[in-house]
């Protein structure tokens, strides 16, 4: 699914109303309908709306909702907020049809607040038809004092067209206060500051509307981002051929597990053999073998050397080059810790043209000399959180959270690799520009050694042969699915272990 930024749905709007030849009315028609039938679905009997109508197109999105509502049986009281002389074409013909119906309308000027406020409070609905993806800058008065009231007195819900009023379209950001919304319905398709903080907090639960674009129309438009589901990438995952046997769905080597942090290594290898990689070998300091040997059983084992603390030591395997020939790709950093002479050892394994998922410790080794990347051909996928993003940029995690699309674009972009920015809602950039975001999160997630089970199902996918797009994709997909299902009491207990277990049942959700 497409995901716009402002200026690609102007774009969209402009191409459909001017070449296709429908024209803007038509399509605030759509759109006012499409949040009227929402608004209908979740309040089936006439009650009472205050319509908050803004100078721009979004305005005429409310007028129409005001019509519409008030033709079934609603109360309605409008509010408008911006001058008659500036309004569209198409905001000005509904609001003279509002006008001609003798709704109830009233200009918004700070000093009618309190008139605003009891029927703020008497309201089932408000709908925020004041700014959409036409807003710039800060908010120009009256809207802030009149976004406060409604946050302050409505007690009924809010409903917000196509964005929450206040909130910065392409990147989320609030610079000075924004409607706080329970329902959010987006005409033709989400915007990016549905998925970036803080503007997402302010979203509540997103609807899509249709409002009659065609889809063959919007296709050829396209937008440079788009929204991570199973359409992305489903026909990789092609069933398991009864012909096939553990070679022909590759062997990964998951590098990492110092001394007391096993678990992880552990973790990914089992989320890899669960995401249908047919061997997993784990690479351990030689001394963990001991402990990490009985407790694991499909995993093939390899001891590393060391050093004196039970952490990988200053050198690669002397048999390194005739051993990784076996393996079609490498996950590095799960439970990897400290490394002694640790740019060396990450350059000699960056070297090689294994396809690579680096994650945690193996990070923050990339981050001593991230040019590193630059002469690597073979894929590679980076899978930091913020924190490990702000290392690897040697900035604060704000900037990162900050500018989320812009940082992952831009490292992909220069390094050549294909960037998971984690968090609630994923963010993949690949270096040819293209992005993705995942849409939904699953607070689950939020636990210790997630970030290692992600690490074990991309590296399965990068090791049965997946481009790094693709296994970043449905890695990220299946992650936050087999999160979601793992769900079974509260979202507080879910162990990364439980996620590992639900991996098959996300596969099976891939339609
Ligand atoms: N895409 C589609 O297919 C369709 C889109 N549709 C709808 O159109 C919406 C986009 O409409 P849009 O472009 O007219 O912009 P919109 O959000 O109403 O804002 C412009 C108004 O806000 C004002 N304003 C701006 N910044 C401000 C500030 N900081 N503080 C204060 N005021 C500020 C600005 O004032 P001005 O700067 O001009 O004085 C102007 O009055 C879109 O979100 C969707 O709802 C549908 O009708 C169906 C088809
Ligand atoms: N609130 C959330 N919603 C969705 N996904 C989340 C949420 N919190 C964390 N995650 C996901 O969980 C994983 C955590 O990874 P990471 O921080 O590396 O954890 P660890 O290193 O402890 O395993 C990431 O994939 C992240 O996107
Ligand atoms: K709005």
Redesign the pocket.
């Known amino acids: 699914m497409h995901l716009y930024t402002a200026q690609e749905m102007r774009d969209l709007d402009q191409y459909t109303i001017q070449e296709v030849g429908i024209p803007g009315v038509v399509l605030m028609e759509n759109a006012g309908r499409m949040v009227t039938e929402e608004i209908l679905r979740r309040h089936p009997h006439p009650g009472r709306a205050v319509i908050l109508t803004g100078g721009g197109n979004n305005g005429g999105d409310g007028f129409v909702i005001a019509r519409l509502l008030w033709g079934a049986g609603w109360d309605v009281s409008v509010w408008i907020t911006g001058t008659q002389e500036k309004m569209s074409a198409e905001t000005a013909t509904n609001y003279h049809v509002c006008r001609r119906l003798q709704l109830p309308m009233e200009h918004f000027t700070s000093d009618k607040g309190d008139s605003l406020s009891p029927l703020l409070q008497q309201a089932d609905v408000v709908v925020d038809a004041l700014l959409g993806t036409g807003v710039k800058g800060p908010l120009r008065p009256p809207y802030g004092a009149l976004i406060e009231r409604v946050n302050r007195d409505t007690k009924g819900w809010v409903l917000a067209v196509d964005t929450p009023s206040g909130v910065e379209t392409d990147n989320g950001s609030i610079e000075t206060i924004a409607i706080r919304a329970d329902v959010t319905v987006s005409l033709v398709g989400p915007k990016w500051c549905h998925y970036l903080r803080p503007g997402a907090e302010y979203v509540g639960e997103l609807v899509i509307a249709d409002i009659g674009i065609p889809k063959e129309v919007a296709r050829k438009m396209g937008t440079s981002a788009r929204l991570n589901g199973p359409e992305e990438w489903k026909e990789f995952f092609l069933p398991r051929s009864r012909w096939s046997h553990k070679g022909t769905h590759g062997h990964l080597l998951v590098l990492g597990g110092s001394k007391g942090m096993l678990g992880?290594v552990k973790m990914s290898g089992v989320a890899a053999y669960r995401t249908g990689v047919g061997l997993v070998t784990l690479g351990v300091p030689e001394s963990q073998l001991t402990t990490l040997g009985p407790s694991i059983t499909e995993a093939l084992l390899w001891g590393w050397p060391e050093d004196e603390l039970g952490q990988f030591g200053n050198d690669i395997p002397v048999d390194w080059r005739e051993r990784s020939n076996r393996f079609k790709a490498m996950a590095i950093g799960p439970g990897l810790g400290k490394v002694s002479n640790g740019q060396e050892w990450i350059r000699q394994l960056l070297q090689g043209d294994h396809p690579i998922v680096l994650?945690?410790d193996g990070l923050n080794l990339l981050a001593l000399d991230p040019s590193l990347l630059k002469e690597r051909s073979a894929p590679t996928i980076l899978?930091p959180?913020p924190g490990e993003m702000a290392r690897l940029l040697n900035t604060s995690v704000q900037e990162v959270e900050r500018f989320r699309p812009e940082v992952a674009k831009e490292w992909a972009h220069t390094y050549g690799v294909t960037v998971v920015l984690?968090?609630?809602h994923?963010v993949i950039a690949t270096p040819d520009g293209r992005q993705w975001v995942q849409p939904k999160?699953?607070?689950a997630?939020?636990?210790?050694?997630?970030?290692?089970?992600?690490t074990g199902i991309i590296g399965a996918l990068l090791a049965r042969g997946w481009t790094s797009a693709t296994a970043a994709l449905a890695g990220?997909w299946l992650?936050?699915s087999a999160?979601e299902l793992a769900v079974t009491s509260s979202s507080h207990s879910v162990l990364?272990t439980d996620v590992i277990q639900c991996i098959g049942d996300a596969i099976q959700l891939i339609d």
């Open positions: 992880a994650d945690a899978t959180h984690k968090g609630s994923t999160a699953s607070p997630l939020a636990k210790a050694g997630s970030g290692d089970v992600l990220v992650h936050n999160g990364a």
